[in-house]
T-cell receptor, first 114, second 111 residues
Framework: KAGVTQTPRYLIKTRGQQVTLSCSPI?????VSWYQQTPGQGLQFLFE???????NKGNFPGRFSGRQFSNSRSEMNVSTLELGDSALYLC?????????????FGPGTRLTVT | TQLLEQSPQFLSIQEGENLTVYCNSS?????LQWYRQEPGEGPVLLVT?????EVKKLKRLTFQFGDARKDSSLHITAAQPGDTGLYLC???????????FGAGTQVVVTP
């Protein structure tokens, strides 16, 4: 079974621009979560989508948004980029069946804002 | 603010030595995961523990979940250079799709 894939792997943007990151979950997984990882804050939860609906959201400004498509693929968008948005953005998928909750991560997208 | 406290933050040992990483919280988790992350890559799931007091072994790695499901430990026996990486613990609550991560323990095993 193929793992979680994220595109692009690396991205360099300028302050004020916007960016869209893509995530394809493991086949059969319907839940997709997004995290931001920085050296200072570690992994911080952004939001989670299930069946095209956002079920949960972390404490990030409205510049961070996302969506999920009918095939469970997800995108996240960051508008009006700031230098502090430079981070590794990770997507994780999970199966909602069973009592054991596990998330499987993609390789991440390294975003650098200059 | 990290709800999960990991210690130590950094661990440097020689090949063949043993090490233990701790993950503590005042919150109760329905399950707890341990991940290992290499530089520039996503975290890789090592194990999930669900039941209080549960002990799981994965080759030279032993994971334990506290009786009250608030803390966990990871013990590596006879560490090898391939064990080098950032070890992260993450707890699941009833919040959809959200794992609470510890800050991580950077482990370096030198030959």
């Amino acid at each position: 079974k193929a793992g979680v894939t994220q595109t692009p792997r690396y991205l360099i943007k300028t302050r004020g621009q916007q960016v869209t990151l893509s995530c394809s979950p493991i086949s059969g997984h319907r839940s997709v979560s997004w995290y931001q990882q920085t050296p200072g804050q570690g992994l911080q939860f952004l939001f989670e989508y299930f069946s095209e609906t956002q079920r949960n959201k972390g404490n990030f400004p409205g510049r961070f948004s996302g969506r999920q498509f009918s095939n469970s693929r997800s995108e996240m968008n960051v508008s009006t980029l700031e230098l502090g948005d430079s981070a590794l953005y990770l997507c994780a998928s999970s199966s909602t069946s069973g009592t054991r909750y596990e998330q499987y991560f993609g390789p991440g997208t390294r975003l650098t804002v200059t | 603010t990290q709800l999960l406290e990991q210690s130590p933050q950094f661990l440097s040992i020689q090949e063949g030595e043993n090490l233990t990483v701790y993950c503590n919280s005042s919150s109760v988790f329905s399950s707890l995961q341990w991940y290992r992350q290499e530089p520039g890559e996503g975290p890789v799931l090592l194990v999930t523990v669900v039941t209080g007091g549960e002990v799981k072994k994965l080759k030279r790695l032993t994971f334990q979940f506290g009786d009250a499901r608030k803390d966990s430990s990871l013990h590596i026996t006879a560490a090898q250079p391939g064990d080098t990486g950032l070890y992260l613990c993450a707890g699941a609550t009833d919040s959809w799709g959200k794992l609470q991560f510890g800050a991580g323990t950077q482990v370096v095993v030198t030959p």
